[in-house]
């Protein structure tokens, strides 16, 4: 007898590179204007000494790393500045949204599932009306774990309300996609809508 997976009822979305574009370079850039540091001092802050991983899983405020910068630069500059510096950064994918809705009007739960910081989610928030549509958000500063870690997958599946194995999951990393399939989700990288489109309908969800 042919082995028949369960149907699909949650569709699982990351953030960055699917429902929007970013460019860690415009960070990057807007914030040495901002402070004046150079591009490499931000780049060691951010990703040598680790900032960017504690911030996004939410080991440190929002507060703390606005100080840790202000106390390196020689420009003076105020919280409000540096997060928008730090957040201004992302391309709608337009594309993407009539078919998120019409996924949800076929009436399968939606879940975001993203490695993100509370000033990038905070910025998109009101300019991301879509958002509304998903019935919950897996945020890694709120989980206090960063994917592949199991700890934000396990989150992601509770909030399902299902089997893994009746998730679908989008991720433009193949890291991250392989990682839930170890989780037993059933997973494919994103590249771009007319692709998904087209792993949708292999999987007849559209």
Do not use: W
Request: aromatic share 12%.
């Amino acid at each position: 007898m042919d082995f028949q997976s369960p149907p699909i009822k949650t569709i699982i979305f990351d953030l960055g590179n699917v429902l929007v574009f970013f460019s860690y370079e415009k960070i990057i850039s807007q914030i040495s204007s901002l402070s004046g540091l150079s591009p490499h001092i931000i780049k060691e802050l951010l990703i040598r000494k680790e900032l960017h991983g504690a911030y996004e899983s939410g080991k440190i405020s929002d507060e703390e790393i606005y100080n840790i910068f202000l106390k390196e630069a020689p420009q003076s500059f105020s919280q409000e500045q540096f997060f928008l510096a730090a957040s201004d950064i992302f391309q709608l994918n337009d594309p993407i949204y009539p078919f998120v809705k019409a996924l949800k009007k076929r009436g399968f739960r939606l879940i975001l599932l993203s490695n993100t910081s509370p000033a990038h989610y905070q910025f998109l928030t009101p300019r991301l009306p879509i958002l509304d549509l998903f019935d919950a958000k897996i945020l890694s500063y709120e989980v206090k774990a960063l994917k592949p870690h199991p700890r934000i997958y396990a989150a992601a599946i509770e909030a399902a309300g299902c089997s893994p194995q009746e998730c679908f999951y989008t991720d433009d990393v193949p890291e991250f996609v392989s990682a839930a399939r170890v989780h037993g989700i059933d997973a494919e990288v994103f590249t771009n809508v007319q692709e998904l489109e087209k792993q949708c309908k292999k999987r007849q969800l559209i």
